[in-house]
């Protein structure tokens, strides 16, 4: 088949974060099956690029905000709505990670308007709208795109209930998150690398409760330090002031996005991986502590914390500071237990999230929705 992706955005840093990581892991698998898969992006360039995701072909386009300077609602990408014009009647099916931004509306829109097949996959980002814009848009675009795809991939029994109730409509089916995990890293861990944030510095993501975990487990062990990793999206100054006043700035390391091969590395690195994000659907961050061999500690509003407390792959908490930090220390004290998670989530990946059981699902997919 000749399939074609389509995501927001791809930048060195990351900025994008899980739809893009999967969207590429998606094109690598599919590519690897044998299919011809090529994925669209918005990026920061000057001019188109042509380059590759593994077997796949990457296309990138310029895109610039038109208003702010974090986010992506008003990110856009005109050369890639036009691109997609011209290109989209040389696909079999489209694959297109929805978002309301205004790369992806517009995109949607050049796929709605040809006769090619898709599917759509929104990643959590088509939430129940909580703005005027964001309910015009859904009225305008996101239901008639809901209704003409031939299947709405959600993550979570929550987000598939919210797409039903967007466009009853709707064929939705349930999909993983899939990541490839590589050799076992079990025998690298420490308890002497840092304890590790890496998600984007919003306020899904809560790093200021990070700040906090931080605060108190310094109480009790002096020798802890802390690593924040990720580009900023209107909480870096809110961070860097909580942490000031802490009064242990010493012991804090703030970088902006790094490359995947870079976050790779980092996360290999570290004690322990904390997100502490409440009402996270799929974070693919936790996915790649699973896959470099490290302890995991989030919260139990994760969309797979299920599957977590399965395969005692992650220590689970209520989000608050005091739980995440009782739960750092008792892993970075116990081997046993970081032991026992790393194990946990390496049998996870293994058993529920391989990549290529999620590209075969696709295929499948995609297959019927060719059929005559």
Known sequence: MKIAHVVTYNSPDGAFGGPTTVAFAQARALAEMGHEVTVFAGGPIASPQEGRVGDARLLEYPARRLVGTTGFAFMASPSMYRALRRKIFDFDVVHIHLARDLVMVPASLAVLRSSTQFVVQPHGMVDRPTRFLATLIDFAIIRRVLKRAFVAFALTETEQETLIDLQPRARVERIRNGINAGPSADA?????????????????????????????????????????????????????????????????????????????????????????????????????????????????????????????????????????????????????????????????????????????????????????
């Open 188 to 372: 690298c861990w420490t308890a002497d690398g840092p304890v590790l944030f890496m998600a984007r510095f919003h306020a899904r993501k809560r790093p200021d409760a990070f700040v906090r975990m931080a605060t108190l487990i310094r109480a009790s062990d002096q020798s802890a330090r802390f690593l924040m990793v990720g580009p900023d999206e209107g909480e870096r100054e809110l961070v860097t002031a909580a942490i000031r006043q802490s009064g242990s700035q010493d012991s804090f390391e703030i970088r902006d996005g790094v490359s995947p091969l870079a976050a790779s590395r980092i996360m290999a690195s570290a004690s322990v991986y904390v997100l502490p994000s409440v009402g996270e659907v799929f974070p693919m961050t936790i996915l790649e502590a699973f896959a470099a061999g490290i302890p995991v500690v989030s919260t139990r509003s994760l969309g797979i914390a299920e599957l977590c407390e399965e395969f005692g792959a992650a220590v689970l908490t209520d989000g608050t500071p005091e739980e995440l930090a009782a739960a750092v220390v008792r892993i970075r004290s116990d081997r046993d237990l970081a032991e026992s998670l790393t194990r946990g989530g390496r049998a996870l990946l293994e058993a529920e999230l391989g990549i290529r059981q999620v590209a075969k699902k696709l295929a499948s997919v995609y297959e019927m929705a060719l059929e005559p």
